[in-house]
């Protein structure tokens, strides 16, 4: 590991993120005004494509950080069996799982089942395929549909709070595997899918619309769900973080555009590829 990994191991990666979380839910207006405009500043974040466009209007970090963009301001590919982009953001790896096992960096795997925190789940999803987007602190933090389905279960499941950049995702061993996650399961037209989302170092929180806000375990939290979702439609929020994994089966025999590919920049709605119904 490189000096910026081992630091990260070094630090309460909890205790942190506790006290961000306070920090960033805090209404207090000298608090709020200086998290927001000091984070807007280092990262140069303009409001025009947001639906409240003064820094003003936020009632708190973590409002601003979840911001809401305007109607319309992203296009959903309409493509029958497209799947699109989950967020915002930068394609870390997508392809095959191979003999298990996702990419995530160069010369770096991690085995699906550890993933998904459950071997049957990591069996079924054996030789499918995968895209991870990495959602840079700038970027639009709600996660959405890359596809149509209906969700049948999340797993919460507690982990660690590594960084998921590209330097810690080429440093760190299962990466994704022992971060902090929140593993959502779909019945989809390609058959059973998954999206996962991965917390990180200072994330607050992770939040869906079918469970809200996750409260934090020592112990893996899983929830039955029977809720549809359209393609597009929004289904969770970071509070800070993160990085968001499409998982397909191989039924779905995914094939990504040539033009995806690791460090590709991505907005949430566009084409990644296109699977094949169980049908086709």
């Not at 506790?18 to 920090?23: D, Q, S």
């Not at 797993?155 to 440093?171: D, E, K, Q």
């Not at 039955?224 to 089966?249: N, Q």
Request: hydrophobic content about 40%.
């Amino acid at each position: 590991m490189n000096v910026f990994t081992t630091l990260q191991q070094l630090v309460p990666q909890q205790q942190l993120s506790k006290v961000a979380g306070r920090l960033a839910a805090s209404r207090h207006p000298y608090v709020k005004r200086a998290f927001i405009r000091g984070f807007a500043k280092a990262y140069g974040v303009s409001l025009g494509e947001y639906e409240r466009q003064s820094f003003n209007a936020y009632e708190s970090f973590n409002d601003f950080f979840t911001r809401e963009l305007k109607e319309n301001a992203r296009t959903i590919d309409s493509s029958a069996n497209g799947i699109v982009s989950p967020a915002d953001g930068i394609i870390s790896q997508l392809g095959q799982i191979e003999d298990h096992k996702l990419l995530q960096a160069k010369g770096r795997h991690y085995d699906v089942g550890q993933l998904l925190a459950d071997s049957e789940d990591g069996s079924y999803f054996a030789d499918g395929s995968f895209a991870t987007v990495y959602l840079a602190p700038s970027n639009y933090h709600r996660v959405h549909m890359p596809f149509a389905g209906t969700l049948t279960k999340t797993r919460y499941v507690p982990g660690t709070l590594f960084s998921v950049n590209n330097t810690t995702a080429a440093n760190v061993p299962d990466l994704f595997a022992r971060n902090e996650r929140l593993v959502c399961l779909f019945d989809t037209e390609y058959g059973k899918a998954a999206v996962v989302m991965v917390g990180a170092m200072i994330v607050a929180g992770i939040e869906t619309v079918a469970t809200g806000k996750i409260s934090r375990t020592e112990d893996i939290q899983e929830a039955d769900h029977d809720m549809s979702f359209e393609k597009g439609a929004e289904l969770g929020r970071f509070y800070l973080g993160s990085t968001a994994i499409v998982v397909l089966p191989k039924a779905a025999k995914a094939d990504w555009q040539d033009s995806m590919k690791a460090n590709s920049v991505v907005k949430m709605g566009q084409l990644l590829g296109e699977a094949k119904t169980q049908q086709a």
